[in-house]
């Protein structure tokens, strides 16, 4: 009975601000602080109030708490251990297939601006005998885009 009565009387209060917050042309936070204000006068009407109160001083509801309680953690544990890993095992039997394929990289298309009217120019260091291969990766990028 005192729980209903404390509940009436947060609404009360909380709509009582809202009409005040509602004065200062603040409709939104007015609408907002009416809304929370209104829930626990629905808990009171609908009977929740009187549960929970029933609920609170029951030991076989605290344990059947206690043992949601377990069963959700042991869920969230099988979930951490299971995104650590990466997947389920399928997930990681199909990675690992899939990792010892060898992989060939595609090969450079032709350059979109074609050909130039000048000459290929010629590796500064070709005169050096040094090796022009370090840079041939670059020179592939550069000619597959026209540079």
Not at 65 to 78: D, I, P
Not at 94 to 104: H, I, S
């Amino acid at each position: 009975m005192i729980a209903e009565t404390v509940c009436s009387a947060v609404a009360a209060a909380g709509l009582g601000i809202a009409a005040v917050t509602a004065y200062r042309k603040r409709f939104l936070a007015a609408t907002r602080i009416a809304a929370y204000s209104l829930v626990p006068l629905g808990l009171v009407m609908t009977g929740i109030v009187e549960w929970a109160a029933d609920t609170a001083f029951s030991p076989t509801a605290w344990i059947g708490f206690g043992v949601l309680g377990g069963a959700w953690l042991l869920f969230m544990t099988t979930r951490a251990v299971e995104r650590r890993r990466g997947g389920t095992r399928k997930e990681r039997k199909a990675a690992a297939a899939a990792a010892q394929t060898d992989a060939v990289a595609p090969r450079a298309s032709a350059p979109s601006l074609g050909q130039g009217s000048r000459p290929a120019a010629q590796p500064r260091n070709a005169g050096r005998g040094e090796t022009s291969e370090d840079f041939s990766d670059i020179e592939a990028i550069l000619k597959k885009h026209g540079i």
